[in-house]
């Protein structure tokens, strides 16, 4: 684990805490991870978990248990941590092996609170290249100001319902508003329409 913290405002000594978590590798390992993301999450506004989220984010090898998925979203939702999405391959790890025995996944990843992203509006995470490790750098570029909002620092965000979004006072009146406003629309494109409103 390493945890840091980052002044982005001198004037008054405005810090951010961050922490970066090497998750446990074993299946039966992986709810010490969630616990002490648990344990952290009301003093870090972001980490690096090494964690599959969705059994999408692996390729090769037996798919994710659905319980253990289920576990480290319901962890995120309940600590209030909102995946920062990616540029690039969705991959950030493989096992460098060759036919039946390859996997790739997106074990990396940063997660931010709520506060983080009212501080940092404009951010991108971005897949580097790998070259001689079996994971891939990840890169995290982030400004209050308007500059990176270019579309060139764009973030892909994960496509899916957050648990958290529940929390809004309204949210149910904004899905209903969404889907009303698309008759003309196949029920996929009303998906993905009302998660891109929900996402913003």
């Not at 405002?9 to 951010?16: C, D, G, S």
């Not at 978990?49 to 999408?56: A, F, G, Q, S, V």
């Not at 764009?154 to 929390?167: A, G, L």
């Not at 698309?182 to 996929?188: F, I, M, S």
Request: glycine share 4%.
């Amino acid at each position: 684990m390493i945890d840091f913290y980052i002044v982005y405002n001198t004037h008054n000594n405005a810090t951010w805490r961050g922490t970066a978590i090497y998750g446990y590798p074993k299946s039966n390992q992986k709810t010490l991870t969630y616990n002490l993301i648990n344990n952290l999450a009301q003093r870090n506004p972001h980490d690096n978990c090494n964690l599959i989220r969705y059994d999408k984010e692996k390729v090769g090898e037996n798919p994710m248990l659905p319980h253990l998925s289920n576990i480290i979203n319901d962890t995120f939702s309940s600590c209030h941590l909102n995946d920062l999405g990616y540029i690039g391959n969705m991959e950030t790890w493989t096992n460098n092996q060759q036919g039946g025995d390859f996997i790739m996944a997106r074990l990396d990843r940063f997660m931010a609170s709520n506060n983080w992203i009212t501080n940092f509006p404009h951010f991108s995470n971005t897949h580097l290249h790998r070259i001689s490790f079996d994971h891939n750098h990840i890169l995290l570029k982030f400004s209050s100001r308007q500059e990176l909002s270019s579309p060139r620092y764009c973030v892909k965000r994960s496509q899916h319902f957050e648990n958290i979004w529940m929390e809004h006072q309204d949210i149910e009146g904004i899905i209903e508003s969404s889907w009303k406003n698309q008759n003309h629309r196949k029920t996929r494109d009303k998906i993905q329409n009302t998660l891109d409103i929900l996402c913003n």
